[in-house]
Protein backbone atom coordinates (compact mmCIF):
# COMPACT_ATOMS: atom_id res chain seq x y z
CA UNK A 1 0.00 0.00 0.00
CA UNK A 2 3.03 2.46 0.77
CA UNK A 3 4.77 1.23 -1.69
CA UNK A 4 2.25 2.14 -4.49
CA UNK A 5 1.31 5.24 -2.96
CA UNK A 6 5.12 6.13 -3.10
CA UNK A 7 5.25 4.87 -6.76
CA UNK A 8 2.34 7.04 -8.02
CA UNK A 9 4.49 10.49 -6.32
CA UNK A 10 7.46 9.23 -8.44
CA UNK A 11 5.37 9.39 -11.44
CA UNK A 12 2.86 12.22 -11.30
CA UNK A 13 4.96 14.92 -9.34
CA UNK A 14 7.25 15.72 -11.96
CA UNK A 15 4.51 15.38 -14.64
CA UNK A 16 2.74 18.25 -12.58
CA UNK A 17 5.73 20.16 -13.81
CA UNK A 18 6.20 18.92 -17.20
CA UNK A 19 2.57 19.41 -18.01
CA UNK A 20 2.46 22.37 -20.70
CA UNK A 21 -0.29 23.09 -22.70
CA UNK A 22 -3.79 21.36 -22.27
CA UNK A 23 -2.45 17.93 -20.79
CA UNK A 24 -2.04 15.86 -23.76
CA UNK A 25 1.71 16.46 -24.13
CA UNK A 26 2.04 13.73 -20.77
CA UNK A 27 -0.39 11.24 -21.65
CA UNK A 28 2.21 9.32 -23.54
CA UNK A 29 4.42 9.48 -20.76
CA UNK A 30 1.33 8.14 -18.21
CA UNK A 31 0.68 5.04 -20.49
CA UNK A 32 4.32 4.00 -20.91
CA UNK A 33 4.36 4.55 -16.69
CA UNK A 34 1.27 2.51 -16.00
CA UNK A 35 1.61 -0.25 -18.55
CA UNK A 36 5.33 -0.79 -19.16
CA UNK A 37 6.95 0.52 -16.22
CA UNK A 38 4.72 0.19 -12.92
CA UNK A 39 2.29 -2.47 -14.89
CA UNK A 40 -0.82 -1.23 -13.03
CA UNK A 41 -2.73 -2.25 -15.63
CA UNK A 42 -3.15 -3.89 -19.25
CA UNK A 43 -2.57 -1.81 -22.44
CA UNK A 44 -7.06 -2.20 -23.03
CA UNK A 45 -7.65 -0.73 -19.19
CA UNK A 46 -5.66 2.15 -20.29
CA UNK A 47 -7.28 2.52 -22.88
CA UNK A 48 -11.15 2.18 -20.89
CA UNK A 49 -9.90 4.52 -18.12
CA UNK A 50 -8.68 7.59 -20.98
CA UNK A 51 -11.98 6.83 -22.47
CA UNK A 52 -13.60 7.28 -18.87
CA UNK A 53 -11.31 10.73 -18.71
CA UNK A 54 -12.76 11.82 -22.23
CA UNK A 55 -16.27 11.06 -21.58
CA UNK A 56 -16.56 12.73 -18.04
CA UNK A 57 -17.01 16.58 -17.76
CA UNK A 58 -13.34 18.76 -16.32
CA UNK A 59 -9.87 18.77 -17.13
CA UNK A 60 -8.79 16.17 -19.20
CA UNK A 61 -5.96 15.37 -16.63
CA UNK A 62 -9.15 13.27 -14.31
CA UNK A 63 -7.18 10.38 -15.98
CA UNK A 64 -4.53 10.86 -13.34
CA UNK A 65 -6.89 10.50 -10.77
CA UNK A 66 -8.42 7.53 -12.68
CA UNK A 67 -4.68 6.08 -12.52
CA UNK A 68 -4.41 6.39 -8.48
CA UNK A 69 -8.29 4.32 -8.38
CA UNK A 70 -6.89 1.83 -10.66
CA UNK A 71 -3.86 1.33 -8.45
CA UNK A 72 -5.46 1.55 -5.31
CA UNK A 73 -9.02 2.89 -4.93
CA UNK A 74 -9.96 6.23 -3.28
CA UNK A 75 -6.67 6.88 -1.63
CA UNK A 76 -4.45 6.04 -4.78
CA UNK A 77 -7.60 8.36 -6.51
CA UNK A 78 -6.64 11.27 -3.34
CA UNK A 79 -2.28 10.93 -3.89
CA UNK A 80 -2.10 10.55 -7.89
CA UNK A 81 -4.29 13.73 -8.19
CA UNK A 82 -2.69 15.33 -5.21
CA UNK A 83 0.42 14.89 -6.74
CA UNK A 84 -0.14 16.32 -10.21
CA UNK A 85 -2.18 19.14 -9.17
CA UNK A 86 -0.78 20.63 -6.64
CA UNK A 87 2.85 21.45 -6.94
CA UNK A 88 2.27 23.67 -10.03
CA UNK A 89 -1.08 25.06 -8.79
CA UNK A 90 1.42 26.56 -6.20
CA UNK A 91 3.74 27.37 -7.89
CA UNK A 92 1.10 29.76 -10.40
CA UNK A 93 -0.29 30.63 -6.90
CA UNK A 94 3.32 32.32 -6.51
CA UNK A 95 3.28 33.80 -9.81
CA UNK A 96 0.25 35.53 -9.34
CA UNK A 97 0.98 37.26 -6.28
CA UNK A 98 4.54 38.40 -7.81
CA UNK A 99 2.27 39.49 -10.49
CA UNK A 100 -0.46 41.68 -8.15
CA UNK A 101 2.67 43.22 -6.61
CA UNK A 102 4.71 44.82 -9.62
CA UNK A 103 1.58 45.23 -11.72
CA UNK A 104 2.29 47.80 -14.27
CA UNK A 105 5.82 47.61 -14.15
CA UNK A 106 7.32 47.68 -18.07
CA UNK A 107 8.56 43.95 -17.65
CA UNK A 108 4.88 42.53 -16.32
CA UNK A 109 3.37 44.61 -19.41
CA UNK A 110 6.72 43.23 -21.64
CA UNK A 111 5.49 39.94 -20.63
CA UNK A 112 1.94 40.04 -21.02
CA UNK A 113 2.00 41.69 -24.32
CA UNK A 114 4.56 39.46 -25.30
CA UNK A 115 3.18 36.00 -24.28
CA UNK A 116 -0.18 36.26 -25.82
CA UNK A 117 1.32 35.80 -29.03
CA UNK A 118 2.67 32.24 -28.35
CA UNK A 119 -0.76 31.30 -26.33
CA UNK A 120 -2.78 32.28 -29.31
CA UNK A 121 -0.03 29.95 -31.28
CA UNK A 122 -0.19 27.16 -28.73
CA UNK A 123 -4.20 27.53 -28.27
CA UNK A 124 -4.80 27.11 -31.93
CA UNK A 125 -2.12 24.54 -32.58
CA UNK A 126 -3.75 22.67 -30.00
CA UNK A 127 -7.16 22.99 -31.33
CA UNK A 128 -6.01 22.09 -34.64
CA UNK A 129 -3.91 18.74 -33.37
CA UNK A 130 -7.01 17.61 -31.82
CA UNK A 131 -8.87 18.12 -34.77
CA UNK A 132 -5.89 15.97 -36.58
CA UNK A 133 -6.43 13.28 -33.94
CA UNK A 134 -9.91 13.19 -34.28
CA UNK A 135 -12.36 10.53 -35.14
CA UNK A 136 -14.64 11.31 -38.23
CA UNK A 137 -11.87 13.27 -40.25
CA UNK A 138 -13.66 15.82 -42.56
CA UNK A 139 -16.48 16.05 -40.44
CA UNK A 140 -14.79 16.46 -37.00
CA UNK A 141 -12.59 19.67 -38.83
CA UNK A 142 -16.69 20.79 -40.68
CA UNK A 143 -18.26 20.72 -37.02
CA UNK A 144 -15.29 22.47 -35.25
CA UNK A 145 -15.71 25.22 -38.09
CA UNK A 146 -18.94 25.95 -37.72
CA UNK A 147 -19.41 25.69 -34.00
CA UNK A 148 -16.38 28.12 -34.28
CA UNK A 149 -18.39 30.66 -36.17
CA UNK A 150 -21.41 30.10 -34.83
CA UNK A 151 -20.10 30.67 -30.80
CA UNK A 152 -18.00 34.01 -32.49
CA UNK A 153 -20.68 35.41 -34.23
CA UNK A 154 -23.87 34.46 -32.66
CA UNK A 155 -24.63 34.90 -29.02
CA UNK A 156 -25.54 30.76 -29.13
CA UNK A 157 -25.06 28.72 -26.02
CA UNK A 158 -22.50 26.07 -26.69
CA UNK A 159 -24.87 23.45 -25.16
CA UNK A 160 -26.36 23.33 -28.50
CA UNK A 161 -23.39 23.57 -30.42
CA UNK A 162 -22.18 20.21 -28.43
CA UNK A 163 -25.46 18.42 -28.70
CA UNK A 164 -25.58 19.67 -32.55
CA UNK A 165 -22.19 18.00 -32.93
CA UNK A 166 -23.35 14.91 -31.08
CA UNK A 167 -26.13 14.63 -33.66
CA UNK A 168 -24.22 15.40 -36.83
CA UNK A 169 -21.75 12.48 -35.67
CA UNK A 170 -24.25 10.05 -34.57
CA UNK A 171 -26.27 10.65 -37.99
CA UNK A 172 -22.65 10.03 -40.48
CA UNK A 173 -20.78 8.02 -38.57
CA UNK B 1 0.99 35.55 5.00
CA UNK B 2 -0.36 39.51 6.89
CA UNK B 3 -0.97 40.84 3.63
CA UNK B 4 -4.38 39.41 2.68
CA UNK B 5 -4.13 41.17 -0.47
CA UNK B 6 -7.80 42.76 -1.80
CA UNK B 7 -9.52 41.64 -4.93
CA UNK B 8 -6.75 43.17 -7.37
CA UNK B 9 -8.62 45.26 -9.98
CA UNK B 10 -7.33 45.98 -13.81
CA UNK B 11 -4.80 48.65 -12.87
CA UNK B 12 -4.76 51.96 -14.33
CA UNK B 13 -1.49 52.10 -16.10
CA UNK B 14 -2.70 49.30 -18.52
CA UNK B 15 -5.97 50.79 -18.87
CA UNK B 16 -4.38 53.74 -20.42
CA UNK B 17 -1.87 51.14 -22.40
CA UNK B 18 -5.17 50.06 -23.64
CA UNK B 19 -6.87 52.61 -24.44
CA UNK B 20 -5.96 53.22 -27.82
CA UNK B 21 -7.39 49.87 -28.94
CA UNK B 22 -10.81 49.27 -29.78
CA UNK B 23 -13.32 49.30 -26.72
CA UNK B 24 -14.04 45.65 -24.82
CA UNK B 25 -17.69 44.93 -25.18
CA UNK B 26 -17.71 45.33 -21.05
CA UNK B 27 -16.08 47.50 -18.92
CA UNK B 28 -15.15 45.93 -15.52
CA UNK B 29 -15.25 45.65 -12.50
CA UNK B 30 -18.92 44.88 -12.25
CA UNK B 31 -19.40 44.14 -8.26
CA UNK B 32 -16.59 41.40 -7.53
CA UNK B 33 -17.89 37.98 -6.54
CA UNK B 34 -17.26 36.33 -3.25
CA UNK B 35 -15.13 33.31 -2.99
CA UNK B 36 -18.13 30.96 -3.06
CA UNK B 37 -19.61 32.80 -6.15
CA UNK B 38 -16.14 31.72 -7.90
CA UNK B 39 -16.62 28.37 -6.33
CA UNK B 40 -20.49 28.15 -7.96
CA UNK B 41 -19.13 29.06 -11.28
CA UNK B 42 -15.62 27.29 -11.69
CA UNK B 43 -17.79 24.09 -10.62
CA UNK B 44 -20.44 24.93 -12.82
CA UNK B 45 -17.69 25.03 -16.12
CA UNK B 46 -16.25 21.63 -14.52
CA UNK B 47 -19.46 20.13 -14.41
CA UNK B 48 -20.72 20.92 -17.98
CA UNK B 49 -17.56 21.04 -19.77
CA UNK B 50 -17.87 17.69 -21.97
CA UNK B 51 -15.34 17.35 -24.37
CA UNK B 52 -13.23 20.10 -23.22
CA UNK B 53 -13.20 24.00 -24.21
CA UNK B 54 -12.42 24.60 -20.55
CA UNK B 55 -10.77 28.06 -21.72
CA UNK B 56 -13.51 28.75 -23.99
CA UNK B 57 -16.51 28.44 -21.24
CA UNK B 58 -14.55 30.43 -18.41
CA UNK B 59 -14.16 33.20 -21.27
CA UNK B 60 -17.60 32.86 -21.26
CA UNK B 61 -18.58 32.96 -17.73
CA UNK B 62 -16.28 35.13 -16.35
CA UNK B 63 -16.02 37.95 -19.15
CA UNK B 64 -18.59 37.67 -21.45
CA UNK B 65 -21.49 36.48 -19.13
CA UNK B 66 -20.39 38.40 -16.14
CA UNK B 67 -17.96 41.28 -16.94
CA UNK B 68 -15.81 40.42 -13.91
CA UNK B 69 -12.68 40.64 -15.98
CA UNK B 70 -11.84 42.42 -19.54
CA UNK B 71 -10.67 40.17 -22.61
CA UNK B 72 -7.29 41.69 -22.39
CA UNK B 73 -6.87 40.73 -18.96
CA UNK B 74 -8.39 37.17 -19.53
CA UNK B 75 -5.95 36.83 -22.34
CA UNK B 76 -3.12 37.63 -20.50
CA UNK B 77 -4.00 35.20 -18.13
CA UNK B 78 -4.44 33.01 -20.51
CA UNK B 79 -1.19 33.23 -22.17
CA UNK B 80 0.53 33.16 -18.29
CA UNK B 81 -1.61 30.06 -17.58
CA UNK B 82 -0.38 28.40 -20.97
CA UNK B 83 3.13 28.86 -20.73
CA UNK B 84 3.19 28.21 -17.14
CA UNK B 85 4.19 24.73 -16.34
CA UNK B 86 0.95 22.86 -14.52
CA UNK B 87 -2.68 21.55 -15.73
CA UNK B 88 -3.16 24.89 -17.88
CA UNK B 89 -7.21 25.50 -17.01
CA UNK B 90 -6.22 24.55 -13.37
CA UNK B 91 -3.35 27.32 -13.59
CA UNK B 92 -6.05 29.75 -15.48
CA UNK B 93 -8.16 28.99 -12.82
CA UNK B 94 -6.10 29.72 -10.13
CA UNK B 95 -4.93 32.78 -12.19
CA UNK B 96 -8.36 34.38 -12.06
CA UNK B 97 -9.42 33.67 -8.66
CA UNK B 98 -6.69 35.60 -7.30
CA UNK B 99 -7.14 38.43 -9.64
CA UNK B 100 -10.64 38.26 -8.43
CA UNK B 101 -10.84 37.40 -4.73
CA UNK B 102 -7.07 37.04 -3.81
CA UNK B 103 -5.97 33.63 -1.92
CA UNK B 104 -9.22 32.94 -1.24
CA UNK B 105 -10.70 33.17 -4.96
CA UNK B 106 -7.65 30.80 -6.79
CA UNK B 107 -8.48 28.51 -3.87
CA UNK B 108 -12.29 28.61 -4.35
CA UNK B 109 -11.50 28.91 -8.49
CA UNK B 110 -9.70 25.66 -8.73
CA UNK B 111 -10.99 23.35 -6.07
CA UNK B 112 -14.09 24.23 -7.58
CA UNK B 113 -13.06 23.26 -11.07
CA UNK B 114 -11.53 20.04 -10.19
CA UNK B 115 -13.04 18.61 -6.96
CA UNK B 116 -16.81 18.40 -8.41
CA UNK B 117 -16.21 16.20 -12.16
CA UNK B 118 -13.51 14.33 -10.26
CA UNK B 119 -16.12 13.30 -7.65
CA UNK B 120 -18.60 12.60 -11.58
CA UNK B 121 -15.53 10.49 -12.74
CA UNK B 122 -14.84 8.43 -9.93
CA UNK B 123 -18.58 7.66 -9.79
CA UNK B 124 -17.92 6.79 -13.58
CA UNK B 125 -15.68 4.26 -13.13
CA UNK B 126 -17.06 2.80 -10.29
CA UNK B 127 -20.64 2.33 -11.69
CA UNK B 128 -20.55 2.68 -15.51
CA UNK B 129 -17.44 2.05 -16.69
CA UNK B 130 -19.23 -0.25 -19.45
CA UNK B 131 -20.54 2.76 -21.19
CA UNK B 132 -17.68 3.54 -22.89
CA UNK B 133 -17.80 0.19 -24.80
CA UNK B 134 -21.15 1.34 -26.44
CA UNK B 135 -20.73 2.74 -29.95
CA UNK B 136 -23.43 4.75 -30.26
CA UNK B 137 -21.83 6.76 -26.82
CA UNK B 138 -18.36 7.26 -28.43
CA UNK B 139 -19.63 8.50 -31.39
CA UNK B 140 -21.55 11.30 -29.78
CA UNK B 141 -18.43 11.97 -27.65
CA UNK B 142 -16.63 12.17 -30.51
CA UNK B 143 -19.10 14.92 -32.50
CA UNK B 144 -19.14 16.24 -28.58
CA UNK B 145 -15.58 16.77 -28.55
CA UNK B 146 -15.18 17.96 -32.34
CA UNK B 147 -17.67 20.75 -31.59
CA UNK B 148 -16.13 21.71 -28.17
CA UNK B 149 -12.64 22.72 -30.16
CA UNK B 150 -14.55 25.23 -31.13
CA UNK B 151 -14.86 27.23 -28.02
CA UNK B 152 -11.07 27.01 -27.68
CA UNK B 153 -10.62 27.77 -31.53
CA UNK B 154 -12.68 30.98 -30.25
CA UNK B 155 -10.86 32.08 -27.63
CA UNK B 156 -7.49 31.29 -29.31
CA UNK B 157 -8.85 33.51 -32.27
CA UNK B 158 -9.80 36.23 -30.05
CA UNK B 159 -6.26 35.99 -28.52
CA UNK B 160 -4.76 35.76 -32.52
CA UNK B 161 -6.99 39.28 -33.24
CA UNK B 162 -5.26 40.85 -30.20
CA UNK B 163 -1.79 39.58 -31.57
CA UNK B 164 -1.96 40.45 -35.13
CA UNK B 165 -1.62 44.31 -34.38
CA UNK B 166 1.90 44.35 -35.09
CA UNK B 167 4.46 42.73 -37.83
CA UNK B 168 6.89 40.74 -35.09
CA UNK B 169 3.83 39.70 -32.70
CA UNK B 170 2.27 38.13 -35.55
CA UNK B 171 5.01 36.47 -36.64
CA UNK B 172 5.39 34.93 -33.30
CA UNK B 173 2.46 33.64 -33.31
CA UNK B 174 2.26 31.94 -37.12
CA UNK B 175 5.85 30.61 -36.11
CA UNK B 176 4.45 29.18 -32.57
CA UNK B 177 1.65 27.54 -34.48
CA UNK B 178 3.55 25.90 -37.53
CA UNK B 179 6.25 24.57 -34.96
CA UNK B 180 3.51 22.29 -32.80
CA UNK B 181 1.02 21.68 -35.66
CA UNK B 182 3.08 21.37 -38.75
CA UNK B 183 6.54 21.13 -37.69
CA UNK B 184 5.10 18.97 -34.55
CA UNK B 185 8.07 19.99 -32.49
CA UNK B 186 8.05 19.21 -28.35
CA UNK B 187 5.76 22.40 -26.66
CA UNK B 188 8.02 22.88 -24.12
CA UNK B 189 10.92 23.48 -26.83
CA UNK B 190 8.48 25.63 -28.81
CA UNK B 191 7.66 27.71 -25.93
CA UNK B 192 11.00 28.16 -24.62
CA UNK B 193 12.38 29.43 -27.62
CA UNK B 194 9.62 31.85 -28.80
CA UNK B 195 8.51 33.40 -25.29
CA UNK B 196 11.48 34.81 -24.80
CA UNK B 197 12.18 36.59 -28.04
CA UNK B 198 8.41 37.87 -27.59
CA UNK B 199 8.84 38.96 -24.85
CA UNK B 200 11.68 40.74 -25.72
CA UNK B 201 10.41 42.80 -28.33
CA UNK B 202 7.81 43.39 -26.88
CA UNK B 203 10.17 44.81 -23.96
CA UNK B 204 12.12 46.90 -26.95
CA UNK B 205 8.62 48.22 -28.52
CA UNK B 206 6.95 49.43 -25.01
CA UNK B 207 10.45 51.55 -23.87
CA UNK B 208 10.08 52.92 -27.41
CA UNK B 209 6.82 54.17 -26.92
CA UNK B 210 7.81 55.50 -23.60
CA UNK B 211 10.71 57.02 -24.95
CA UNK B 212 8.71 58.65 -27.68
New interface residues.
Partial sequence: MGRAMLDLLRVFLPL????????Q?VVADIHRQSVDVYGWMSNAQFL??F????????????LV??VG?QVSG?VG?LVA?FA??VP??V???G???V??RH??R??I????????????????????????A???GA???A??????????LTKVN??L??????????IV? | MSTR?AP?LP????AT?SSSTPTPPHTPPAVPPTARELFKVFALI????????????MM?EIVQRRGWLTEADF??G??????????????LA??LG??LKG?QG?LAA?LG??L???A???V??GVF?Q??HIH??????????????????????R??R??ARGML??L??????VA??ALRL???WV?GA??PL??????L???GK?AR
Fill in positions: SFLTVGGGSDLALSRLAPGPGSLTLWLASIFSSLVYLAHWTAGPWRAIEAGLVPVAAGMVLAASCTVLRAEGWAWVAGASTLALMPFMLALGACVFLL | SPDASRLGLTSFGGGLSGWRLSLALAQAFPGVNVVNIWFRGASLVPPMVVLLAAVTAVHVALAGIAAAAVGLSLQTGLAARAPLFMVATFIFPLLVLASIGTAYQLRA
